[in-house]
């Protein structure tokens, strides 16, 4: 039992040290190249998914303002503003995915967004 809480312990610290090493690998790619909009992505996916919320959203609006045509990010990011309790923006933010990806053609997009914001309590468009 002992030997199985400390690897527990061991991976808790290897996956902090990882998701952090990707992190900095992203931040400092990204120094190199501000205006590719998967490494923003990536960016803001692991930034939540570390809990750094405020980091996150940085990298979410910064794709929702500066590359609106991404269309990934308005999945992710609305379920992420859902998991925070940011219903109201959440739904716009899905709502606008419908549009743009109905705008690429892409059905299949929006059939996910459709149902994310059916999940988020709101109508489709």
């Known amino acids: 039992m002992a030997a199985w809480i400390m690897g527990a312990g061991i991976l808790a610290v290897s996956r902090k040290t990882m998701d952090n090493t990707r992190i900095e690998f ?14 923003h992505y990536a960016l803001a996916l692991e930034l939540a998914r570390s809990g750094r ?14 590359h609106p045509q ?22 716009r933010t899905l709502a606008r995915g419908v549009e743009v990806a109905r705008q690429q053609g892409n059905a299949h997009a ?16």
């Not at 992203?26 to 490494?39: I, S």
């Open 70 to 91: 991404y269309l990934a990010t308005y999945y992710q990011a609305g379920i992420w503003l859902a998991r925070l309790g940011r219903i109201e923006q959440a739904r």
């Open 110 to 125: 929006v059939g996910e967004l459709e149902v994310a914001l059916k999940d988020q309590g709101a109508e489709p468009t």
């Open 53 to 66: 919320s405020e980091e996150a959203w940085t990298h979410f609006e910064i794709l929702l303002n500066e």
């Open 26 to 39: 992203l931040n400092e790619t990204l120094k190199a190249r501000p205006d590719e909009p998967f490494l």
